[in-house]
């Protein structure tokens, strides 16, 4: 099991340097730091000059993959891609449009994100279980009836419609907690909550679904039959049979998102002005400014591998077969 | 065995099942006494295991109950099964009677150890917790014969084999002392030698417990093994009831009797099987008259409008059939034998062999540790050298597992071999690749056993039939082509333009063997051609591969764990065990006088069953 | 006149097309058609389908593309406008002409915002230069409006009942198994609400205009036609590769397979929302960079809309290969494909006749099912600025506008609820009609 967890782990480097090669190519082939420049600067008033001072202060006024001018190794070291590419393996990211450390403004830019993913997703999967189950539990009744077209419906309702709303109804007509920013300490609750539950409400109907069709799919198979052949009640067969091993395809769509928790969430953020990474990348995406771009689709790779790696260990948690092989 | 002066454990009266407008199960009636086995017998689609879910009260939820009453006499009191409340009935179910199911594989919990899946039931029936309770399931598993029991507890089930499965779901139904044990098709998937030894651990707890027995079962051989009472069903109906020994001794419906003759066995070797034409009637049929009418032999016109009732024969038997009908006495009497098909003349043995297979190996390799380098080979096939004559069939048999389906797939270089040679009509064929092998596959062909997988269901017959004679560049005369063989494998013309999915698995594997024959093969590799279909359909097709045999003078390496076949079809037989083959001669002398332990413990599971399995 | 062909009017008239072979090819197959059949009997589906038909029938409208002539000057050659005109637009010119100055209610005779009046004596409410401008006192508005949208449902359930007629007395007839009273009741629904939007519709903007006073309504229609493309376009632009990457894997299995497997994993660890920032980041540079490859603001528009398509397809077509993948190695193993091995039949004519067909169920599910997901991430990205251009009209970009003015005292309420209705509208048909294909075509899917 050690060897398959390790070679799993090793598996993602060369994923990490495809991401790598990907987006150098993106960002430095497709379009030249020129074309950057020229972009940033507006294209009106743009003169040559303008765009070398540019270049030079980021730092892309080197070449590409090959410096010919330099010597011995900084041959292939002084180069964009040794510099901006490669440097993010040690997690450098140079700096952003503003002149702030990139990897600094991350670190501190990761709790607000984290205080509002966590609980969205802990909450978010224990509702949608706990929904689905319920459906499941009263399956082939008008309340499952009831409770699909509900999932349906909640699912046809864009996310932007349940922040708008959520954030008019519960802090303009009702008042209850501020509508957006972000307090210190305990004060942070008040501020958290409304983004919390439209959160979990959003992706409620979705989940629940989902889950709900795993949920069939497991207590149509044979060995549950022979748990009420045991003379098990429906409950003890829903909790102790299907649920456990309904849990495996569930996990592999839950687990792999633990890791990019850590990037908040996009939409939510900027509606609620919490300074989290999420706002951060909006941010940096309006004001173009692609140093944080490239640095925000490296950590979401990173993340996101780390999360594949979390799927197969908790696999061998959850089913013997695996652990046992 | 307990005489039938016992009261019954379970009375069944009326019980009919509804699915839709169908009636899987309609008005069946039948008794259970404590320490006998009533076996309920009949081809798939005939409502036995409809039958004993709804007994259970587990029916799918399509089915519904629509009639009739099963009572639970335990202890002296009654217990109206189909009345009771729910929870009520959780207490019947793994407690008073016990089941257990065909395929162990599925039927387990993959993610729960084998000993929390008994213990769940002795807590619940048996109120046992913690180290009691372990100790009983170790007990349990002991006396189902299980090895280790002790480390068997903490095991899950995929870390045991289909037999041991077998006998933890046998431990886990009598965790709760059950009275009455359901055993829905509880050797089918399980290997000959094994089947043996399940059964006959069946028998010895039944003994010891006293348990009724309800079973389950297709195979005339675990009736003539376990049974103390037999039921055969047809079509969601009772159609006839007897004591075994009764039963075996003059099966008295034409459909009991008709499944008796379908039995491939040595005995009628040279001779036509007796088939039953068409097939079971779909389950939405609505029936008028007798339900077996359209496929009788011996029907007439009465039978197909007036529905036969009952009608008690001597010894307890009792059959539904105006034949018994004592106020028609003139009716043609069942002495006269059914008629039996002719005599086939002895295929003679050709001067040199079309196949010769020395030394073959196929060995696939295993991956582990980091870099998944090779560290190892599993040997499916270890060696397997033998011959075959054209016009002859040689029986490749062995258990699942042993290598005999990879052989025949590296004979037709579907699987490289690893080493060996395969000379087909002289000519090497490991040495070929890509098109130097194209001429060869005219020549070898294969039947598949899957009927249901064997056809691309998104292709006309036709196209499927044409396939080979494109692929092999044959291209006059395809539709004429098409339609002689379609007629050759006892189809019709212009079924050519119609889908798989109209035909039904007897009627496939017949277009199966229709597109193998499209490129004039000499040898055919037949791969379990029969092992997915019901008695009276394989009969159909063992029939059709020898009249071709006959005909067209094909050689046959029919490949199958079916002793009953391999000794009606073959003239040489193979055994093979663990990827190699351990006898091999003419099939007199090998199902005669058997040298090897396997080929002996294979024939005596197997030949216990005397008059064959399906 | 000039038509104008753009690439996504192009590859919509294919798609179009394609479905229309679809249907001819599958009336062919009894498998596809019994498939079919049980869509054709869900009621669910019919009415989903029905509704999404009007839907499509909008889009197809506004995909019809022309450049109008300018008033010809004597001795000048022919000249066109540069702005790009939709048979849609052609259909609504009141609408996309008669702008009022800012806000104004559905409905409304008066604009929302009070302005200093002409003559000086303090500020009102003035009237609006199209709503309702044919009433001469405002008092009036409540009875006109009744008066118009009870002409608008007679005329739709004139309609309605025609429609009845022939199904009842022709189509019921020959297809039994067709849920015909779900077609009716969506028709129902959709003809009355279209004959009382029509009806209103010369006479007032009936969803009231927005900030700049654009009509709402026609806003709305136009939004249909961004949203029908993304769901559609993005799913078919990666189709072939990936059914082609998909199989290959699967089949040949080895490097091949590695390979591939290789390629759509990085593709998959970049997080969706950032592979697609930056790429249209990068698009967007490329399109400022050769303003000279667009000759109007629409084909500008239209290269943004395409390449967001061909972006979210490269995001999301790693699930459709994975899919196809998983089912070809089940495949594989298949008798009918060992069959088709023991002749010699090559791995490509195994795969195009074996495997492709007996895989095109999931290639139909993911597509109905992938359509909503696909609308409502249009939303949120254009939100967000990384999705269509501004200048296109779409769901997100109407949002985008919008998404302030619930704060604003007093409330405006109608581009948001505007936007809402026809997204959700839209989306639940797809998601109800994606739920009874799937249940049609998968088995395994069936969910009760």
Same mark, same amino acid.
């Given at each position: 099991m050690?060897t398959?967890l390790?070679?799993?782990?090793?598996?993602?480097i060369?994923i990490?340097?495809?991401v790598?090669l990907i987006?150098?190519?993106?960002?430095?082939?497709?379009?030249?730091?020129?074309?950057?420049?020229?972009m940033?600067?507006g294209a009106k008033?743009?003169?040559?000059?303008?765009?070398e001072?540019?270049?030079?202060e980021r730092?892309?006024d080197?070449?590409?993959?090959?410096?010919?001018?330099?010597?011995?190794t900084a041959k292939?070291?002084?180069?964009?891609?040794?510099?901006?590419?490669l440097?993010?393996f040690?997690?450098?990211?140079?700096?952003s449009?503003?002149?702030?450390?990139?990897?600094?403004?991350i670190?501190?830019?990761?709790?607000p994100?984290?205080?509002?993913a966590i609980?969205v997703?802990?909450?978010?999967?224990w509702?949608?279980?706990t929904?689905?189950?319920?459906?499941v539990f009263?399956?082939?009744?008008?309340?499952?009836?009831?409770?699909?077209?509900?999932?349906?419906a909640?699912?046809?309702?864009s996310?932007?419609?349940?922040?708008i709303?959520?954030?008019?109804l519960?802090?303009?007509?009702w008042n209850?907690?501020p509508i957006?920013g972000?307090?210190?300490?305990?004060?942070?609750?008040?501020?958290l909550?409304?983004?919390?539950?439209?959160?979990?409400i959003?992706g409620?109907?979705?989940?629940?679904?989902?889950y709900r069709?795993i949920?069939i799919?497991?207590?149509?198979?044979d060995?549950?039959?022979t748990?009420?052949?045991k003379?098990?009640?429906e409950?003890?067969?829903l909790?102790?049979h299907?649920?456990k091993?309904?849990?495996?395809?569930i996990?592999?769509?839950?687990?792999?998102v633990i890791?990019?928790?850590?990037?908040g969430?996009?939409?939510?953020?900027?509606?609620?002005?919490?300074?989290?990474?999420?706002?951060?990348?909006?941010?940096?995406?309006?004001?173009?400014?692609?140093a944080?771009?490239?640095?925000?689709?490296?950590i979401g790779?990173?993340l996101?591998i780390?999360?594949?790696?979390l799927?197969d260990?908790?696999?061998?948690?959850v089913d013997?077969?695996?652990?046992?092989? | 065995?307990t005489?039938?002066?016992a009261s019954p454990?379970?009375?069944?009266?009326?019980?009919t099942?509804q699915?839709?407008n169908?009636?899987?199960v309609?008005?069946v009636s039948?008794e259970?006494?404590?320490?006998e086995?009533?076996?309920?017998l009949?081809?798939?689609?005939c409502?036995k295991?409809?039958?004993?879910?709804?007994?259970m009260?587990?029916?799918?939820?399509a089915?519904?109950?629509s009639?009739?009453?099963?009572?639970?006499?335990?202890?002296?009191?009654?217990?109206?099964?189909?009345s009771?409340?729910?929870?009520e009935?959780?207490?019947?179910?793994g407690?008073?009677?016990?089941?257990?199911?065909?395929?162990?594989s599925t039927s387990?919990?993959?993610v729960?150890?084998?000993g929390?899946q008994?213990?769940?039931?002795?807590l619940?029936h048996?109120?046992?917790?913690?180290?009691?309770?372990?100790?009983?399931?170790?007990?349990?598993?002991e006396s189902v014969g299980?090895p280790?029991a002790?480390?068997?507890?903490?095991?899950y089930?995929?870390?045991?084999?289909g037999?041991?499965?077998?006998r933890?779901?046998?431990a886990?139904?009598l965790?709760g002392?059950?009275?009455?044990l359901?055993?829905?098709?509880?050797?089918?998937?399980?290997?000959?030698t094994i089947?043996?030894q399940v059964l006959?651990?069946l028998?010895?707890l039944?003994?010891?417990?006293?348990?009724g027995?309800?079973?389950?079962?297709h195979?005339l051989?675990v009736?003539?093994?376990?049974?103390?009472?037999?039921g055969?069903?047809?079509?969601?109906q009772?159609?006839?009831?007897?004591p075994?020994?009764q039963f075996?001794?003059?099966?008295?419906h034409?459909?009991?009797?008709?499944l008796f003759a379908?039995l491939p066995?040595?005995?009628?070797?040279?001779?036509?099987?007796s088939?039953?034409p068409?097939?079971v009637?779909?389950?939405?049929?609505?029936h008028?008259?007798?339900r077996?009418?359209?496929r009788?032999?011996?029907a007439?016109?009465d039978c197909?409008?007036?529905?036969?009732?009952?009608?008690?024969q001597a010894?307890g038997q009792?059959?539904?059939?105006?034949?018994?009908?004592?106020?028609?006495?003139?009716m043609?009497t069942?002495?006269?034998?059914?008629p039996?098909?002719?005599?086939?003349?002895?295929?003679a043995?050709?001067?040199?062999?079309?196949?010769q297979?020395q030394?073959?190996?196929?060995?696939f390799p295993?991956?582990?540790?980091?870099?998944?380098?090779t560290?190892?080979?599993v040997?499916a096939?270890?060696?397997v050298?033998?011959?075959l004559q054209?016009?002859?069939?040689l029986?490749?048999v062995?258990e699942?597992?042993?290598?005999?389906t990879?052989?025949g797939k590296a004979?037709?270089?579907?699987?490289?071999?690893?080493?060996g040679s395969?000379? &087909? !009509?002289?000519?090497? %064929?490991?040495a070929?690749?890509?098109? #130097?092998l194209?001429?060869l596959? $005219?020549?070898a062909?294969? @039947?598949?056993?899957?009927?249901?997988?064997?056809?691309?269901?998104?292709?006309r017959?036709?196209?499927i039939i044409?396939?080979?004679?494109h692929a092999l560049?044959?291209?006059?005369?395809?539709?004429e082509r098409?339609?002689?063989l379609?007629?050759?494998?006892?189809?019709r013309?212009?079924?050519a333009?119609?889908?798989?999915?109209e035909?039904s698995?007897?009627q496939r594997?017949r277009i199966?063997?229709?597109?193998a024959l499209a490129v004039?093969?000499?040898l055919?590799?037949?791969?379990e051609?029969?092992?997915a279909l019901?008695?009276?359909?394989q009969a159909?097709i063992?029939?059709l591969?020898l009249?071709?045999?006959?005909? &067209? !003078?094909?050689?046959? %390496?029919?490949i199958?764990?079916?002793? #009953?076949?391999?000794?009606?079809? $073959?003239?040489?037989?193979? @055994?093979?065990?663990?990827g190699r083959?351990?006898?091999i001669g003419?099939?007199?002398a090998?199902l005669?006088?058997?040298?090897h332990?396997?080929?002996q413990?294979?024939?005596?599971a197997?030949?216990t069953?005397?008059?064959?399995?399906? | 006149?000039?038509?104008v062909?753009?690439?996504?009017d192009a590859?919509?008239?294919?798609?179009?097309a394609i479905?229309?072979?679809?249907?001819?090819w599958?009336r062919?197959?009894p498998?596809?058609?019994a498939?079919?059949r049980?869509?054709g009997?869900?009621?669910?589906g019919v009415a989903?389908a029905?509704?999404l038909l009007?839907?499509?029938?909008?889009?197809?409208?506004d995909s019809m593309h022309?450049?109008?002539r300018?008033p010809?000057?004597?001795?000048?050659?022919?000249?066109?406008?540069v702005?790009?005109?939709s048979?849609l637009?052609?259909?609504?010119k009141?609408?996309?002409?008669?702008t009022?100055?800012?806000?104004?209610?559905?409905?409304?005779?008066?604009?929302y915002a009070?302005?200093?009046?002409?003559?000086?004596?303090?500020?009102?409410?003035p009237?609006l230069?199209?709503g309702?401008?044919?009433?001469?006192?405002a008092?009036?508005?409540?009875?006109d409006?009744?008066?118009?949208a009870?002409i608008?449902?007679?005329?739709?359930?004139?309609?309605?009942?025609?429609l009845?007629a022939v199904?009842r007395?022709?189509?019921?007839?020959?297809?039994?198994?067709?849920?015909?009273?779900?077609?009716?009741w969506a028709m129902?629904?959709?003809?009355?609400?279209?004959g009382v939007?029509?009806?209103l519709?010369?006479h007032?903007?009936?969803?009231?205009?927005?900030?700049?006073?654009?009509?709402?309504?026609y806003?709305?229609?136009k939004?249909?036609?961004?949203?029908?493309?993304?769901?559609t376009?993005t799913t078919?632009?990666?189709?072939?590769?990936?059914l082609?990457l998909?199989i290959l894997?699967?089949?040949?299995?080895?490097?091949?397979d590695?390979l591939?497997?290789?390629?759509?994993?990085?593709l998959?660890s970049i997080?969706?929302?950032?592979?697609?920032?930056?790429?249209?980041?990068?698009?967007?540079?490329?399109?400022d960079t050769?303003?000279e490859?667009f000759?109007t603001?629409?084909e500008r528009?239209d290269?943004r809309?395409?390449s967001l398509?061909i972006?979210?397809?490269?995001?999301s077509?790693?699930?459709?290969?994975?899919?196809?993948r998983?089912e070809?190695?089940?495949?594989?193993?298949?008798?009918?494909v060992?069959a088709?091995?023991?002749?010699?039949?090559s791995?490509?004519?195994?795969m195009?006749?074996?495997i492709?067909?007996?895989v095109?169920?999931?290639?139909m599910?993911?597509v109905?099912?992938d359509?909503?997901?696909?609308v409502?991430?249009?939303a949120?990205?254009s939100?967000?600025?990384?999705?269509?251009d501004?200048?296109?009209?779409?769901?997100?970009t109407?949002?985008?506008?919008?998404r302030?003015?619930?704060a604003?005292e007093?409330m405006?309420?109608?581009?948001l609820?505007a936007?809402f209705?026809?997204?959700f509208?839209?989306?639940?048909?797809?998601?109800l009609?994606?739920?009874a294909?799937r249940?049609?075509?998968?088995?395994?899917?069936?969910?009760?």
């Open positions: 050690l398959y390790i070679r799993r782990f090793l598996y993602a060369p990490l340097i495809g790598n987006t150098f190519a993106l960002f430095f082939i497709v379009n030249t730091p020129d074309d950057m420049a020229r940033q600067l008033r743009v003169t040559p000059e303008a765009i001072k540019w270049k030079a730092g892309y080197k070449p590409l993959l090959w410096n010919a001018a330099a010597a011995g292939a070291t002084d180069t964009i891609f040794f510099d901006k590419s440097s993010m040690a997690f450098e990211f140079g700096r449009e503003d002149g702030r450390d990139i990897m600094t403004e670190r501190t830019r990761m709790g994100s984290l205080a509002i609980p997703f802990i909450l978010g999967l509702a949608a279980i929904f689905a189950l319920l459906l009263f399956r082939g009744t008008y309340l499952d009836l009831g409770g699909v077209v509900l999932c349906v909640m699912m046809s309702i996310s932007l419609f349940y922040i709303g959520g954030q008019w519960i802090s303009k007509v209850l907690v957006s972000l307090g210190a300490g305990l004060d942070a609750t008040r501020f909550i409304l983004p919390v539950i439209i959160s979990v959003g409620l109907g979705g989940a629940a679904r989902w069709t949920f799919e497991e207590s149509n198979r060995y549950v039959r748990a009420r052949a003379g098990l009640s409950l003890a067969v909790f102790r299907v649920l091993n309904a849990m495996i395809p996990l592999t769509g839950v687990v792999v890791p990019s928790l850590f990037l969430s996009l939409l939510i953020e900027s509606f609620f002005s919490i300074p989290g990474l999420g706002s951060y990348t909006i941010d940096a995406i309006n004001a173009q400014d692609f944080v771009v490239r640095a925000m689709v490296f790779s990173v996101y780390v999360g594949l790696w799927t260990i908790s696999y061998t948690l013997p077969r695996i652990r046992l092989n | 065995m005489g039938s002066a454990l379970l009375k069944v009266n009326g019980l099942v699915i839709g169908g009636r899987p309609d008005q039948f259970i006494r404590p320490g086995t009533l076996a309920l009949g081809e798939s689609g409502g295991s409809m039958t004993a879910l709804a007994v009260r587990l029916l799918p939820p089915a519904r109950l009639g009739g009453t099963v009572d639970y006499l335990s202890a002296g009191n009654a217990r109206p099964l189909l009771l409340t729910e929870a009935m959780r207490s019947v179910r407690g008073g009677i016990g089941m257990i199911f065909q395929e162990p387990l919990n993959p729960m150890s084998i929390r008994i213990e769940e039931v002795l619940l048996r109120g046992l917790q913690g180290d009691a309770a372990r100790r009983r399931a170790r007990e349990l598993l299980l280790e002790e480390r068997r507890l903490d095991e089930p995929f870390q045991l084999s037999g041991m499965k077998q933890a779901m046998i886990m139904a965790a002392d059950p009275e009455l359901i055993a829905d098709e509880p050797t089918t998937a399980l290997d000959v089947q043996a006959e651990l028998k010895t039944q003994r010891e417990r006293n348990m027995m309800l079973l389950i079962t195979d051989g009736v003539e093994r376990m049974a103390d009472h037999v055969v069903m047809y079509a969601g009772l159609i006839e009831v007897a075994r020994e075996f001794a003059n099966p008295a034409p459909y009991s009797r008709k379908a066995e040595r005995a009628r070797h040279g001779q036509r099987l088939t039953i068409g097939r009637p779909p389950l939405d049929t609505q008028v008259g007798c077996f009418a359209p009788c032999s011996v007439f016109p197909s409008t007036l529905e036969p009732g009952w009608h008690a010894g009792e059959v539904r059939c105006h034949l018994f009908d004592p106020a028609r006495p003139c043609p069942l002495n006269t034998p059914l039996t098909e002719p005599q086939q003349t002895a295929p043995v050709a001067a040199s062999p079309l196949l297979v030394d073959l190996k196929v060995h295993i991956r582990k540790g980091l870099l998944q380098r560290v190892g080979h040997s096939v270890d060696g050298s033998f011959e054209a016009g002859r069939t029986a490749l062995g699942s597992g042993c290598g005999k990879t052989v004979i037709l270089q579907l699987i490289a071999p690893t080493a395969v000379r &087909l !009509g002289g000519v090497e %064929l490991t070929l690749s890509g098109a #130097a194209q001429p596959r $005219a020549q062909q294969m @039947v598949f056993q899957d009927p249901f997988a064997s056809l691309n269901p998104r292709l017959i036709g196209t044409a396939e080979g004679m560049g044959q291209r006059a005369h395809v539709a098409i339609a002689e379609l007629e050759q494998v006892g189809l013309a212009d079924m333009t119609r889908y798989p999915h035909f698995g007897g594997q199966a063997i229709a597109r004039n093969p000499k055919i590799i037949c791969d051609p029969t092992s019901d008695v009276s359909v159909q063992i029939n591969l009249e071709l045999q006959d005909k &067209l !003078g094909l050689a046959y %390496l029919f199958t764990h079916n002793m #009953a076949v391999v000794d009606y079809i $073959a003239d040489d037989v193979a @055994v093979m065990y663990k083959i351990v006898e003419s099939a007199d090998v005669g006088k058997p040298q332990d396997y080929t413990s294979l024939l005596s197997a030949f069953r005397m008059r064959g399995a399906a | 006149m000039m038509p062909l753009l690439w996504s590859l919509f008239f294919l798609l179009l479905c229309l072979g679809g249907i001819v599958a062919r197959s498998q596809l058609a498939s079919w049980m869509v009997g869900s009621r669910a989903a029905t509704v009007f839907f499509v029938a909008i889009a197809l409208l022309y450049r109008e300018l010809q000057q004597p001795g000048e050659s022919v000249q066109y406008s702005e790009v005109l048979a637009d052609a259909l609504m009141t609408q996309r002409t008669q009022e100055k800012t806000y104004s209610a559905p409905l409304a005779t008066h604009l009070k302005e200093s009046r002409a003559d000086g004596q303090g500020r009102d409410f009237r230069k199209f309702g401008k044919h009433l001469e006192d008092e009036d508005r409540g009875a409006v009744v008066q118009h009870l608008g449902l007679a005329a739709g359930l004139a309609l309605w009942a025609g009845y199904i007395r022709w189509l019921r007839p020959r297809a039994q198994w067709f849920a015909w009273d779900a077609l009716l129902a629904a959709m003809l009355l609400t279209g939007l029509i009806a519709m010369p007032y903007h009936v969803l009231g205009t927005d900030k700049v006073g654009q009509d709402v309504l806003l709305t229609l939004s249909i036609r961004t949203a029908l493309l993304i769901g376009l078919l632009s990666m189709l072939p590769a990936a082609f998909g894997a699967g089949y040949k299995g080895g490097w091949v590695d591939i497997q290789y390629l759509y994993t990085v998959n997080p969706g929302v950032l592979l697609i920032a930056a790429s249209i980041l990068m698009m967007q540079v490329v399109i050769h303003p490859w000759s603001a629409a528009a290269a809309l395409l398509c972006i979210m397809g490269v995001t077509w790693t699930g459709l290969c994975r899919l196809l998983a070809t190695l089940k495949l594989r193993e298949l008798e009918f060992q088709a091995q023991a002749f010699g039949v791995s490509w004519a195994i195009a006749r074996h492709l067909p007996n095109m169920h999931i290639v599910i993911s109905v099912m359509f909503s997901g696909l409502l991430a249009e949120v990205l939100y967000v600025g990384i999705g269509v501004p200048t296109t009209i779409s769901f997100g109407m949002i985008n506008m919008a302030m003015e619930l604003r007093p405006v309420w109608w581009s609820i936007a209705c026809f997204m509208v839209l989306v639940l048909a797809a998601n009609f994606a739920d294909v249940d049609a075509f998968d088995p395994r899917g069936r969910t009760s």
